[in-house]
């Protein structure tokens, strides 16, 4: 490629300042213009250590912000830095003999320069300004990634051996220099999408290296975890772990990228995740490994160390359901004055009435994502903790070529037109059921026999998230489910995929993994119809109960791992006994799955009855003291319930 | 008060990279027996006057140097000040009242970045 000039940044730069509505030209229109050129040298240096240029060109654009939509001056003007920058340019295209300044030129003089916004954007992601300043010198323009010449194979238990071309082409980067990898197995990722692999690399002698977990994903979400990872996890994990000790690799050309976790075990063997050693333990085994092994590893460092939490429920559990509304964009002149204004702090109250076609204004919400392929930009009321995340709007058919939306920016105003609510998404995943129950009524059959009822999810779940809720808050892994639960040599327990760890109610993790095992342990045992779910759930109101299950029943057997998961879980409650706050993270865990396409149509149907029966334990405590309607003392849980528990 | 001397440095905007240098001995700011006080705002007589950021409040917000410690302090400001900090570069933390502010940290008025040197 032929080296970028100077004239070639600056109308790029020109036009990324009025995207930005700052009407100058500064080092980060420069910087941005340079990372937007596909193929540039800035593009490939990032790229090289583990960053894309639309990651990095969010972080600046997120930092600077956005200026105000009236021009303040006729003319573009430079800034002092600018033109700082430009006289360091000139004097390196001088020393390199070049006639006038070119992109490596201008990179370098940024680089040197050290203090404009760009380069402290670039310190914050822990990349070294000097190692980049000699990439920059050094790096060959004309050098092209040409196809690695690392073999792929599958072990021969790998049924699935299909692998996309982004996926190949990640898996040949992280592994340069293997003459061949072999997939020894695939995990599914819980509810991102993205895919794991268990990898073991070879050498040209025949001999293997230690097997690594390779995550593939959305490269936001990928290089997030990796951000993630170095200022939340990294210093809280035990002493023999699964870490992330490579770059990302993010490749510019792909909408992926890929992150390696390695094992420290000190053993040459390759650790399995729990879904892969269920059927060789069984369900009593794995739950008593949970709890003798997981827990006490991860625990002290973890979930053991809880202090007090009271959060209203919606803070913890609204970012699991769909979104508030998704809405189609309509430019602000076109909206009918008497449109509704949606504002933090939501009072969900006062929307419940709206239905598709009806006209919303959003203010001050927080871009959560931004999907150009699609065109939908999603809002929330933050970007970063569970609480920020709440209250997610979608918006549909923004032109998001002609506006620049970037990750963490406050939108002021936003409006549109109502496609579907959150009431909307929740009854469609219902009706995919196909429930042989009216969806409409208040309380819905939950034995074989039809005698037993409890209540329907769809009409308590709103309710349940103004819930004062007393726990504890500790780190929590976030997305516990037995595909990030590995067992290594000895049978020492790893976790891998830290995408969510964060300071999150204690008792989360263990609700997502009594959901991940009742669906992928014990629902297979039940079947997959109405009354298979409704067996499951008649010993779940055992297990509530505090009764003993039958010994001798398949299913009751599968039910033992859940047996223990309640163990774990009574040591994080709040207060002991107090089993309300697990039933909220249960409720809200279940909602979550019934729509997840990945799950088989027995476990979702499974997933509304959890969710209807976790309810129904809800409710049932807290009219024991408080009546149907509790007040807002009485909505505390610790008060609301009286009796039950998960504990054997 | 001896002899005090600070650089606020413009870190965004269209005045990036403009250094403007307070002293006591030049009659900057307004000096006390143990402290020093600058202000920042569109008002004509603010010690840092930043014009173009029309989120900045006539008096938005104050720095104090009391026993070789700067303070920033937000004067009610309508758009407010926030300051970076070490352990989250990408969040910025609204000042509430006042908080102490070391040479080099970032410091947001309205929307304009501004540092200590």
Redesign the interface.
Known sequence: MPSILLKDILPIARQESYRMQ?Y?I???HLFIAMLEMKGSLTARILEENGFTPEYVIN?IR????K??R?Q??SST?N??????IMKYAEKIALEHRHAEPEERDLLLAILIEQ???PV??LK?LKLDIETLAVSAQNHSVTEEIIDLPVKIVFHPDVTDTSLNKSFTMILKRMFHGYPHIRIEQRLSGGYSGAQLFVVTPYQMDGTHHAAAVVKIGQTDDILDEAQRYD?HVKNTLPPLTARLEDKPIAPDNSHYAGIKYTFITGHDETPRDLRAVIREWGASAIGEWLRNELYPTFGKIWWMQGRAFRFETWREYDWLLPPLFTIDFVEPKQMPVDSFTLRFPVRRARFLTLQHGDYLTIENFIVHKVDRDQNIMTLAIGN?SAAEKAYRIKVRGIDLSKNVYYR?EVLETISGRIWETRSDQLIMAARDLRPDFDLDEDLIPATSDKMRKIVNPLKHYDTLLDWQVNGLISKTHGDLHLGNIMVGPGNSPFLIDFAHTRDGHTIFDWACLEISVLNEVVMPVAGSDWNAARKVIEYLMQINAGLPLEVNNPLAKALQAIIEIRQIAQECLGQKGHWAEYYIALTMCALRAISWDNLALGSRRLMFLVAGLSSHELRKSSNSIAGETPSPEDTDVNTAISSGSGSQ | MIDIKVGIVIMSGVEDGTTIKCSTTKGDGTVSANSWTLTIGRAEDCDLRLQTDTYISRLHAKLHYVNGQWWLEDCESRNGTFITMTNDFFKDTRVRRMIPLELGQLFRIGRTWLRLE
């Open positions: 700052h100058f500064g080092a980060e972080a997120l930092k600077i912000g200026g105000v009236q303040q001056w003007p800034t002092p830095r600018y033109q700082k203090d404009s916004m402290r954007v914050a200022s970063t963490g």
